[in-house]
């Protein structure tokens, strides 16, 4: 017991940290995107590739690099990792271009811990616990009320697409949820998004990779490809050495959440009282995960 306890606090810190790093990646994607003139697609590139060079070049100074695993089983599950990255960035971008940011999110990150229990439904052939149930269905709700924007049209195709990126994040979810000998969650996440990245590469010169030579937007890129991307994916693949999946995916719940409590901040929008509902139930929901085991 004294081992556990303290396991599953580290395990849920860093799925915190994961969900609360993402969300200040939406705040700065967005101000990179207008101030360099970027496709969403391009920014995806460039978020994938920053963080997996940034990553790599860390390994590489701290000698990570020599302990790399070179085997089939670790070469498969770079590839796999490197391919869902890709897949979910790509479906949740392409959501957000046919409906919007409110309705692409909401689905992605309300569908992925619930596409992840119906999975261990089946693996399990039991019905989720109470608890969890409880969680989910306020985290729905939660998120909800957050991203709710009265009279909004729902776009079929977007919603299709967003689930895609819910089912590419759940399985990103579920491949990283068991662990590779010698493969550590840093090293999944620096060849993840360099993979992830070469794959988005060649649409993304379609459209058009080129930015300005300007000290902000050069300071968003990194930014961009560290903090939400090698940082946040590093803690959330750490978190889930120990974590029941569908409580990681939960805690993806933490960005739009951050993130509406940053454009308060820095943009000066407003959040109505049906926001600030939902932000109170969606902290609620998540208090419950992380306070009573998930199964």
């Not at 017991?1 to 705040?27: E, F, I, K, N, Y």
């Not at 909800?144 to 009279?151: I, K, R, S, Y």
């Not at 379609?206 to 902000?216: K, T």
């Not at 978190?239 to 990681?248: C, D, M």
């Amino acid at each position: 017991m004294s081992v556990a306890v303290p396991t599953r606090a580290r395990s849920s810190a860093a799925l915190v940290l994961a969900g609360v790093l993402w969300g200040t990646g939406g705040l700065a994607g967005s101000l990179l995107a207008s101030r360099a003139g970027l496709h969403p697609l391009s920014v995806a590139a460039y978020r994938l590739l920053i963080g997996g060079v940034i990553a790599t070049g860390y390994l590489w100074l701290t000698g990570g690099l020599r302990g790399l695993p070179r085997t089939s089983a670790a070469r498969r599950r770079l590839l796999v990792v490197g391919g869902l990255f890709a897949l979910f960035q790509t479906s949740y971008f392409a959501a957000v271009s046919l409906s919007s940011v409110s309705v692409a999110t909401m689905t992605t990150i309300g569908s992925a811990p619930v596409l992840l229990a119906v999975v261990t439904v089946v693996k399990t052939r039991s019905l989720p616990g109470t608890w969890t149930l409880v969680s989910l269905a306020g985290s729905l709700v939660g998120l909800a009320l957050l991203q709710w924007t009265p009279g909004e049209d729902v776009n079929a195709a977007g919603v299709l697409f967003a689930l895609l990126a819910a089912a590419g994040f759940a399985a990103l979810t579920l491949v990283n949820a068991t662990r590779i000998d010698g493969l550590d969650p840093l090293s999944t996440t620096a060849f993840g998004c360099l993979i992830g990245g070469a794959v988005l590469t060649p649409a993304a010169l379609w459209f058009g990779m080129a930015v300005p030579l300007q000290a902000d937007v050069l300071a968003l890129v990194v930014y961009f490809g560290v903090v939400p991307t090698a940082l946040a994916y590093a803690a959330y693949f750490r978190g889930l050495e120990s974590a029941h999946p569908v409580l990681a995916a939960l805690s993806a719940l933490l960005e739009p959440l951050t993130a509406a409590l940053l454009s308060m901040v820095v943009l000066g929008e407003r959040l109505g009282a049906v926001g600030w509902c939902g932000a109170a139930v969606l902290i609620a929901a998540l208090a419950v995960a992380y306070s009573r085991p998930v199964t």
